[in-house]
Nanobody, 117 residues
Framework: QVQLVESGGGLVQSGGSLRLSCAASLSITSFATMAWYRQAPGKQREFLALMSSGGSTNYADSVKGRFTISRDNAKNTVYLQMNSLKPEDTAVYYC???????????WGQGTQVTVSS
């Protein structure tokens, strides 16, 4: 059973930075993609950033230039560096992993990010 555990959320002022971590229970090289999403109250879950097993990345326009996805294979961890945070970035942030040989995907439990104005 794959487990993803997010951490690093918290309260930050507008313009500040946070780095989220997503630790996987197995080697992240076994995943075709790992991604970050967020969900604000009353809104649908929103795609933010993705990294493929080959290292290519893709970002939502809303975070391009402010957020950076990265990984540490030795630690089985994916990160989301978030800079220039805005109040509208307030949401629960989720990690997602899609295995190479399975049609299902896995989600973490989420970590709350609150940006004050």
């Amino acid at each position: 059973q794959v487990q993803l555990v997010e951490s690093g959320g918290g309260l930050v002022q507008s313009g500040g930075s946070l780095r989220l971590s997503c630790a996987a229970s197995l080697s992240i090289t076994s995943f075709a993609t790992m991604a970050w999403y967020r969900q604000a109250p009353g809104k649908q879950r929103e795609f933010l950033a993705l990294m493929s097993s080959g290292g290519s990345t893709n970002y939502a326009d809303s975070v391009k230039g402010r957020f950076t996805i990265s990984r540490d294979n030795a630690k089985n961890t994916v990160y989301l560096q978030m800079n220039s945070l805005k109040p509208e970035d307030t949401a629960v942030y989720y990690c997602n992993a899609a295995p190479k040989l399975s049609p299902r995907t896995y989600w973490g439990q989420g970590t709350q990010v609150t940006v004050s104005s």
